[in-house]
């Protein structure tokens, strides 16, 4: 009989469980140089927005995946011997060659596969292990180990160009942004389009011209402040042509009815816009399985894989024609350990895989596999440094300085993108 199954968000470690609390805390460290109306919220910077080159959408899966069941080693013998009751059976693997397969769960993603829109890097992570949630996550948005500057590896690369739009970068979240993105240069972070306007506002009822009183007062304000207002309403009127937009998926596609499936619905509208957007991020959490990961047929792992699968092709079937636009990256804090535990699941790890879908991909199975030891303790080990395979990305899509983005580090070769 399978063990009942509980939601791996009540089963988490405390540590995870009170990540929220100390996101607010953190964010209120910066909410000095920020300003907010509505639900939107905007750091101080005037700038002007234009049609973006690429797009790079960062999908963040917090809590820790498990790459190990997402992509299955199944070649090496030691993942089954480590995982005899959770283990993903080698005959339900799909796009299998002679080390690693998907987990079934992941189907919606085959055609992007075949079509070599999806590329995986596994063994891949932190260059020093960490088996903290709070410190790895602020070690894998900074890319910068040793510096003391609260300044994001997505902050950087918006701010390696010319372009100094306030929408250049987008956070699609309710709370705080991620920490990849803190830093000097201008970043929007909102739950929809709708959030990003002066709250209050009615500009078609002439007794409510809220903006326009609001413009006139700070128009003249020299200070910081008033220059964080006037961007902001800069912000308002870029994104203010989104909102005239359908919200309806386009080309056939649906959506999940999940927080991730509202988030990537909501980002192909603000593609389709084209209003100058060029970084978005996007989280799914609940990937913290202590308990419950369970098997193919039940649990945490098959329900999140489900929905990210569904969700991140529905997403691209949406863009339809501007599709290889866009290029998203799926990352984790770190991977999980090589045996199961007797919850059926698993506990804090090292490496992971990361996956890498859409334009100027090269698909397939990438990354150097250092083999699995089943040992209580073991973790999978990294070979290949995460940061290698962003630099791919920002290198290919926007032309960037990996050395501008990715300070004192060098890229090794991932091939995860065409032509690197």
């Given at each position: 009989m399978d063990p009942t199954f509980s939601s791996p968000q009540t089963a988490c470690c405390p540590e995870y469980a009170d990540m929220s609390r100390r996101s607010l805390l953190r964010g209120a460290l910066v909410a000095g140089a920020t300003m907010t109306f509505g639900s939107a919220?905007?750091?101080?910077?005037?700038?002007?927005?234009?049609?973006?080159?690429?797009?790079?959408?960062?999908?963040?899966?917090?809590?820790?995946?498990?790459?190990?069941?997402?992509?299955?080693?199944?070649?090496?013998?030691?993942?089954?011997?480590?995982?005899?009751?959770?283990?993903?059976?080698?005959?339900?693997?799909?796009?299998?060659?002679?080390?690693?397969?998907?987990?079934?769960?992941?189907?919606?993603?085959?055609?992007?596969?075949?079509?070599?829109?999806?590329?995986?890097?596994?063994?891949?992570?932190?260059?020093?292990?960490?088996r903290s949630h709070f410190s790895a996550m602020e070690q894998l948005e900074d890319a910068n180990p040793g510096s003391t500057r609260r300044e994001g590896w997505l902050n950087r690369l918006i701010?390696?160009?010319?372009?100094?739009?306030?929408?250049?970068?987008?956070?699609?979240?309710?709370?705080?942004?991620?920490?990849?993105?803190y830093g000097p240069q201008p970043y929007l972070t909102a739950g929809s389009v709708e959030?990003?306007?002066?709250?209050?506002?009615?500009?078609?009822?002439?007794?409510?011209?809220?903006?326009?009183?609001?413009?006139?007062?700070?128009?003249?304000?020299?200070?910081?402040?008033?220059?964080?207002?006037?961007s902001t309403f800069e912000a308002v009127d870029v994104i203010s042509?989104?909102?005239?937009?359908?919200?309806?998926?386009?080309?056939?596609?649906?959506?999940?009815?999940?927080?991730?499936?509202?988030?990537?619905?909501?980002?192909?509208?603000?593609v389709r816009g084209d209003v100058g957007v060029?970084?978005?991020?996007?989280?799914?959490?609940?990937?913290?399985?202590?308990?419950?990961?369970?098997?193919?047929?039940?649990?945490?792992?098959?329900?999140n894989a489900e929905d990210l699968a569904t969700a991140v092709a529905a997403f691209f079937k949406d863009l339809g024609p501007i599709a290889d636009k866009v290029t998203l990256v799926a990352v984790s804090e770190f991977g999980r350990r090589v045996q199961e535990n007797?919850?059926?699941?698993?506990?804090?790890?090292?490496?992971?895989?990361?996956?890498?879908?859409?334009?100027?991909?090269?698909?397939?199975?990438?990354?150097?596999?250092p083999g699995l030891t089943n040992d209580y303790d073991a973790d999978l080990l990294v070979t290949t440094d995460y940061r290698s395979v962003l630099a791919e990305v920002v290198s290919a899509r926007f032309g960037a300085s990996t050395a501008a983005v990715f300070p004192s580090f060098t890229p090794a070769r991932v091939g995860a993108m065409v032509g690197k």
């Open positions: 919220v905007l750091s101080a910077s005037p700038a002007s927005a234009q049609p973006a080159r690429a797009v790079l959408l960062l999908l963040s899966l917090r809590g820790a995946s498990d790459g190990l069941s997402l992509v299955v080693p199944h070649g090496d013998p030691v993942y089954y011997q480590a995982r005899p009751r959770i283990a993903v059976p080698s005959e339900t693997l799909l796009a299998k060659d002679g080390l690693f397969g998907l987990h079934p769960s992941l189907a919606p993603l085959l055609p992007l596969w075949q079509a070599g829109k999806v590329a995986t890097v596994h063994a891949s992570g932190l260059p020093v292990r960490n701010g390696a160009d010319a372009i100094t739009s306030p929408v250049q970068a987008l956070s699609l979240a309710e709370g705080v942004p991620p920490a990849a993105l959030d990003v306007q002066v709250s209050g506002d009615d500009p078609d009822d002439p007794k409510r011209p809220r903006r326009t009183s609001l413009r006139t007062l700070w128009a003249n304000d020299r200070t910081q402040l008033g220059s964080s207002m006037r042509p989104l909102r005239e937009t359908s919200r309806d998926p386009q080309n056939g596609a649906t959506y999940p009815g999940s927080d991730l499936g509202r988030s990537l619905s909501e980002a192909a509208r603000i060029e970084v978005i991020t996007i989280d799914q959490g609940d990937w913290d399985m202590h308990t419950d990961i369970g098997t193919v047929e039940w649990g945490g792992l098959r329900r007797e919850n059926w699941g698993t506990d804090h790890g090292y490496g992971n895989a990361m996956f890498v879908v859409g334009g100027g991909v090269a698909g397939g199975y990438k990354g150097t596999w």
